[in-house]
C-alpha cells in the first residue's frame, strides 16, 4: 500500500496533463462545438424568458407535482403539445472561464487522489507498469467519464455528446495511468 502522500508527482503530472489534452480537445480540436445547437429565433426566446426574471437553477418543463399528477390527461397533454425540456440557467453575467478552469483543475487532482488511492491499496511498491496502469486507468476512466452516462438516460443529453465525452475520459485515463505507472514507487 502507498501513502497517497507518496503520489504527488503522479498525482499533479496527471492532472496536468489532463488540462493540457482537454484545451487541446476544446480548443484546437473542437469536435464538441456540436454539442449544443443554436435556438431557433434565439433572441426572441431569450426576450421572452427574461421577462420572467428566472434565478439560476435547473428547471424541468412541464414539471409535475408529483407521480399522481404526472400520470394526468391534463399532464399528458402538455407533454404531448410540448415544449418538452431540461433547461439550465445561469447568472446574468460574462462567462467566469478562469474559475472554471481552476474548478476543472481541482477536479483533475481530486480524481488523481482517488487513483493513487485504489491503486496504492491494490498494489504494493515495485508494481509491474501493466499492472498499476490498467488500476490507474480503469479508476480515472470510472471518475471521468461513467457518471455522465446517466446524463443521456435520465435528462435526454444527446448520446453523440455523451460518447464524445466518454472518448474524452478515455483519453484522460490513459494518460493518467501512463503517468502513474511511469512514476509508480519502486520496491
Keep these: 500500500m502507498e501513502p497517497i502522500i507518496q503520489m504527488w508527482l503522479p498525482i499533479l503530472l496527471s492532472a496536468v496533463a489532463v488540462f493540457i489534452l482537454s484545451s487541446i480537445i476544446h480548443m484546437v480540436l473542437k469536435y464538441h462545438n456540436t454539442d449544443f445547437q443554436p435556438l431557433p429565433n434565439e433572441e426572441q426566446v431569450m426576450e421572452d424568458l427574461g421577462k420572467h426574471n428566472l434565478p439560476p437553477g435547473e428547471y424541468n418543463f412541464p414539471r409535475a407535482k408529483d407521480m399522481k399528477e404526472m400520470g394526468s390527461p391534463e399532464f399528458i397533454e402538455k407533454m404531448k403539445k410540448g415544449p418538452v425540456g431540461f433547461m439550465t440557467v445561469m447568472e446574468n453575467a460574462p462567462p467566469n472561464i478562469g474559475k472554471q ?8 487532482i481530486i480524481v488523481g487522489i482517488f487513483a493513487a488511492y485504489i491503486a496504492g491499496h491494490g498494489l504494493g511498491p515495485g508494481a509491474r507498469y501493466l499492472a498499476a496502469f ?4 480503469s479508476t480515472a476512466f470510472v471518475c471521468y467519464g461513467l457518471a455522465l452516462i446517466q446524463n ?7 448520446w453523440a455528446s455523451t ?3 466518454l472518448f474524452d475520459s478515455l483519453i484522460y485515463a490513459l494518460f493518467t495511468a501512463g503517468i502513474f505507472a511511469w512514476l509508480w514507487p519502486a520496491a
Excluded at 490498467?134 to 486507468?137: E, K, M
Design 101 to 108: 478552469l481552476v474548478l476543472w483543475f481541482i477536479y483533475s
Design 163 to 165: 460518447s464524445k465525452s
Design 134 to 137: 490498467r488500476l490507474v486507468g
Design 152 to 158: 443521456s438516460i435520465w435528462y435526454k443529453r444527446g
